[in-house]
């Protein structure tokens, strides 16, 4: 069976068109292009990895495990953002464990501070759930945010994504303290029943 983690890239129709964003499988050569607003402080507040450096950004950027995951927004033909959808397992127990394998993604997505206001996010992450559901078949998704990271968290309500969880101080930010986060998910069924309605 092909290893989960190679089924996003692998998908035919590469690069997708939004109504306004073309989202395709990022590159090495998108490093620096990504670099332009990942390095701004309004970019960084609340995700993974905060960088100074454009060499440590690179190597990190380029790391084959990350561009696996990793695909790119364009619009009008300027990177305005990112996005990661990693393929994995359901917990399960061992018995079944081998129905469980390869059938959720947890998604993440980072925005040009300049690209913002207008709704791409929001177009982004419909594409996202469209891309877990109907093309890679999958049953779940979810995705995490701090709990004051409120544009996030509207963004997952705004596309039916549900709060599963509230985690209270139980992420720790880079400023040294304990913060409440959330985690929010949606199912196949789910999805399926907001493209019906």
Known sequence: MEPPHSRLHSLP?????TE???LRPAAASDAEATWAYRRLPESSRWVTSA??????????FTDPAHLRDRLVME?????????????GDAWSQREVAHLAAGTEAELGWSLDPAAGGRGLATEAVSFLLRLCFADL???????????ANEPSW??????????????VAGALHRDGTWK??????????????????
């Open 154 to 167: 509207r963004l997952m309500e705004r596309v039916g994504m549900r709060r599963e969880s509230h985690l």
């Open 180 to 197: 409440d986060g959330y985690v929010y998910a949606m199912l196949a069924d789910q999805w399926r029943a907001t493209q019906n309605a």
């Open 75 to 87: 619009s009008a033909g300027t990177v305005v953002g990112e996005a990661v959808v990693r393929l």
């Open 137 to 147: 078949g999958l049953r779940r998704v979810h995705a995490r945010c701090f709990a």
């Open 13 to 17: 129709g590469w690069p997708r068109a």
């Open 20 to 22: 306004r964003l073309v």
């Open 51 to 60: 960088w100074n450096d454009l060499p440590d950004y690179r190597h990190s």
